[in-house]
């Protein structure tokens, strides 16, 4: 069951989108910058991170699926600034809840919810056919819950779930500009994730609430991405990356496409 | 001018430079910290800058991630499954004679969820699960531990008591322990009060598990010795030395005993020695109190000394009696603080000698119970241990799942401790007796679903 904040911060994160694909590509400027370009199009991007919940001694992973429509405003000396917005599918497969009074281990499939998303990419200098620019990412997901019946017990019994995680990243872009059409870039980028996921369990009249947190898990990730202008209205924009961790490697994977106006 | 394969060559190496550069810096951890530990502490980085973190373990899946288990509907013919198995494209099938099942690879990329859903959506397949993992249950090496404690771990069989008596026992009529010592044995900071006829402090299998000599209050001293049997026995279900080379297991392998003495030298006692014994156990750090005795009338004085326990933060729990009426002793027959046990048998069939009423809550084993008892009692040249029936015997089960559940939640109040342990029971009478009733209550106690983790699907 959805709960009703969940699903106004989904219509206020459409409203949002909706605005910005709305400015007038060349002529509206946002906090007093001009707006030259505005591209709009739809993204996936797959993300997964190997945390230790606060209080757990076990690492557990966080893996999400994205589905995106995203705009991004163009604005001068090559600033560009996106912002997504879309559903999100959440695995916490391995999460325990051992404080309730009868533990739970979450062993479902993803929890569906909603996901806002800001980027923005600055460049710094340009060295002969390089260029240096800074990255800056923020994903917030929410409004994932649910309710699973609690069977097999001597009275009927239900858990309510709900979660939500913001991811922040930040670091250098190094892009290769010598193909022109084509811009091959590699990131090195210091990554941020902040999770919660509240469980409250009901057995007849024994009732127990559990809230598990990743504060501040940080990590870095190397990443390689294209950016390649199909035409000159349809960009495809890739990356791929990992983010190593004692004893693995998490990964990142994100495609799309934008039409620019 | 530079050639375009001169170019590429270059930018890969400036790639490379601008990754080991990345590398060294924004991690900013493991090749310094080696560096700075080699050469001194004196150079070790500040303080605020240290970060602790827990010992990380990965948790081991489940389930096999590339394999899942399915069975066709009974009318579906085998060679149609074999070919439609086929046709989804999976890398392996191989089939388990005899039940029909269908142990299957999925594919490459495919997620065992995936595979799942995919072949549910299919009107021909009855069932299709995941590939659990299977571990070794804990089981303790105790000697008697296999053959004779049909309660924690019934494997079913002829239970070989004596030759006149050799009960035919039903695999699974059990507490379900093997499976819930997986996820703990208790912690030696959880301390079971035996309120009872004393405990034998020589016994080998109780010896290291007193936390005192306890206190005798038929004798008004400090050596809570037993001189009848009763209580070492009651002991010894329900924390024995566990997985010692020796003699049995107890329920809560590790938690330790209080020895509380309120009988005399012929086991009967008054009100005032077990009202004492409670109230005494409960100020000396008891956690969970077990009372395998009890009597026939109620007394408001002994329901304070059952309050105050529970105020205090003590499981008390009592043995229902052994009458075969409907009369619950007291003090287990005082619902609000107390668990009342009844006694199950070896078929998971409610002991005919067991007393019930509305005050019962819970049943677990308490026919021809293995326990020890002191090498005085049982003669020279016996071992000193005896199989014991009553719904004594059941008591401590509960109250050694009590104190399990303490050491593992320690933040659970005393009434959801209770709640815990009833909720949790399997209902062993069902069929006659559906859902709570006045024999079973709420059934035998199932330690493993108080204490593993329930998942969610």
């Given at each position: 069951m959805r709960d009703g904040r969940g699903g106004i911060r989904g219509v206020l994160a459409s409203l949002a989108l909706g605005a910005a694909i709305g400015?007038?590509?060349?002529?509206a400027s946002v906090a007093g910058l001009k707006v030259e370009s505005l591209a709009a199009g739809l993204f996936y991007e797959n993300l997964s991170r190997t945390v230790v919940w606060k209080g757990d001694t076990a690492s557990s992973k966080i893996q999400a699926s994205l589905i995106t429509a995203r705009a991004e405003l163009g604005f001068g000396k090559g600033v560009v600034v996106g912002l997504s917005a879309g559903l999100a599918l959440t695995d916490f497969k391995g999460?325990?809840?051992?404080?309730?009074?009868v533990s739970l281990q979450y062993d479902a499939p993803p929890l569906k919810g909603f996901c806002l998303g800001a980027e923005a990419v600055a460049p710094l200098v340009k060295l002969s056919e390089f260029e240096i620019s800074g990255t800056g990412r923020v994903v917030y997901s929410f409004g994932m819950s649910k309710t699973w019946p609690l069977e097999g017990f001597a009275v009927e019994g239900k858990a309510a779930g709900n979660s939500s995680w913001v991811e922040a990243s930040l670091g250098p872009r190094v892009s290769y500009l010598f193909f022109g059409r084509v811009l091959p870039y590699l990131e090195v980028s210091a990554r941020w994730l902040g999770a919660g996921f509240e469980m409250t369990e009901t057995l007849g009249d024994l009732a127990g609430t559990e809230t598990k947190r990743v504060r501040g898990d940080f990590s870095f990730s190397v990443t390689l991405g294209v950016d390649a202008t199909v035409t000159d209205r349809v960009a495809i924009k890739a990356r791929g990356g990992i983010l190593p961790f004692a004893g693995g490697v998490d990964s990142l994977l994100s495609l799309g496409v934008l039409y620019k106006f | 001018m530079t050639t375009p394969s001169g170019r590429i060559a270059r930018a890969v190496t400036a790639l490379l430079i601008v990754l080991c550069a990345g590398l060294g810096t924004s991690d900013g951890s493991l090749p310094r910290r080696q560096l700075k530990r080699a050469v001194g502490p004196?150079?070790?980085?500040?303080?605020?800058?240290r970060v602790e973190r827990p010992r990380i373990r990965r948790r081991a899946?489940?389930?096999?991630?590339?394999r899942v288990l399915v069975r066709f509907r009974p009318d579906v013919d085998e060679t149609y499954a074999d070919g439609l198995l086929r046709s989804y494209g999976f890398p392996a099938v191989r089939r388990i004679p005899g039940i029909g099942v269908y142990s299957v690879r999925t594919a490459a990329g495919v997620s065992v969820t995936e595979t799942l859903a995919m072949l549910r959506r299919?009107?021909?397949?009855?069932l299709a699960r995941p590939d659990y993992r299977a571990r070794l249950a804990?089981?303790?090496?105790?000697?008697?531990f296999l053959n004779y404690q049909y309660n924690l771990r019934n494997r079913g069989g002829?239970?070989?008591?004596s030759p006149d008596i050799q009960p035919q026992t039903t695999a699974?009529?059990?507490?379900?322990?093997t499976t819930a010592w997986d996820v703990t044995k208790g912690g030696a900071e959880t301390i079971i009060a035996i309120?009872?006829?004393?405990?034998?402090?020589?016994h080998p299998e109780l010896v290291s598990k007193l936390v005192s000599s306890g206190h005798d209050f038929a004798n008004n001293d400090d050596d809570a010795t037993d001189d009848v049997w009763h209580g070492t026995h009651v002991a010894g279900i329900a924390?024995?030395?566990?997985?010692?080379?020796?003699g049995i297991a107890g329920v809560a392998w590790n938690c330790r005993i209080l020895p509380v003495k309120v009988t005399d030298a012929t086991g009967d006692g008054f009100y005032s020695w077990i009202i004492d014994g409670i109230i005494w156990a409960a100020d000396h750090g008891a956690d969970v109190i077990n009372v395998s005795l009890g009597g026939n009338y109620p007394d408001p004085f002994l329901e304070d000394a059952c309050k105050y326990a529970h105020d205090k933060g003590a499981v008390v729990v009592a043995a229902a009696g052994?009458?075969?009426?409907a009369l619950v002793l007291y003090p287990a027959a005082y619902d609000a603080y107390v668990l009342a046990v009844a006694a199950s048998d070896y078929n998971d069939e409610i002991a005919d000698f067991s007393s019930f009423g509305p005050e019962v809550d819970v049943a677990a084993p308490g026919v021809w119970i293995l326990a020890p008892a002191p090498q005085w009692y049982v003669g020279?040249?016996?071992?000193p241990y005896l199989f014991g029936s009553g719904t004594s015997m059941a008591a401590p089960h509960v109250a050694g799942l009590a104190a399990l559940i303490k050491s593992v939640?320690?933040?659970?109040s005393v009434d959801d401790i209770m709640k815990l342990i009833r909720y949790t029971a399997?209902?062993?009478?069902k069929t006659a007796?559906?859902?709570?009733?006045?024999?079973a209550g709420y059934g035998r106690i199932n330690m493993t679903r108080a204490l593993a983790p329930y998942i969610l699907k």
């Open positions: 400015l007038a590509p060349a002529q999460l325990t809840f051992t404080s309730l009074p | 004196s150079l070790r980085p500040p303080a605020g800058l899946p489940l389930y096999a991630p590339d299919n009107g021909d397949i009855e804990d089981v303790p090496n105790d000697p008697y002829i239970l070989d008591i699974g009529a059990d507490i379900k322990a309120v009872d006829t004393g405990v034998d402090r020589t924390a024995a030395d566990t997985n010692n080379a020796e052994n009458d075969g009426i020279d040249g016996f071992l939640k320690p933040d659970l399997d209902d062993i009478n007796h559906p859902g709570r009733d006045d024999y």
